[in-house]
């Protein structure tokens, strides 16, 4: 009997814990606003990729550099963040613009899970370098317009 008490307040202690981590990483995520211009891995491309944030919700394109109105690709994901790690929701995609999307380096990503988890460090107010570790570890630069987050709101402020 003892032993049932003890591990039921484990659980309960344990349950509160992750609500708590949920909702602190969603409400800091609801503080993000900007704008990311990816460098793609591959240059040779002619594809341009970006994502915005407003409200804890991603946006990200591939779009055609020739013709930027000539929308290739789009997902919305839902974002939660803390401390520099970002976990992304995935809320749809359509999958035949997944097709045309063979020549990108994030054709893996978007096909293959419905959460996508990296580590986002920002290099200074402009640049950031986003590593991926999943689904696929992919690593690359972004140029950044905005804030991260509301914790990176902060930190831009005590520059």
Not at 31 to 40: A, E, I, P
Not at 129 to 136: A, E
Request: with cysteine; charged share 20%; hydrophobic share 40%.
């Amino acid at each position: 009997m003892f032993l049932y008490r003890v591990l039921k307040k484990i659980t309960l202690a344990s349950c509160l814990l992750i609500t708590f981590l949920v909702i602190i990483s969603y409400v800091n995520a609801l503080g993000c606003q900007f704008t990311v211009k990816h460098l793609s891995p591959q240059t040779d491309t002619n594809i341009e990729i970006y994502s915005t944030c407003n409200s804890g919700i991603v946006t990200t394109r591939i779009t055609n550099k020739i013709k930027p109105s000539d929308v290739i690709f789009e997902m919305k994901t839902y974002m939660f963040t803390l401390y520099g790690h970002q976990v992304a929701y995935v809320d749809g995609w359509n999958k035949e613009d997944v097709e045309k999307t063979l020549f990108s380096p994030f054709y893996i990503t978007f096909n293959n899970s419905i959460f996508l988890h990296s580590s986002v460090n920002r290099f200074n107010k402009e640049w950031i370098g986003v590593h991926m570790d999943n689904p696929i570890n992919l690593s690359y630069l972004g140029k950044i317009e905005g804030y991260l987050s509301l914790q990176d709101r902060f930190n831009l402020a005590d520059e």
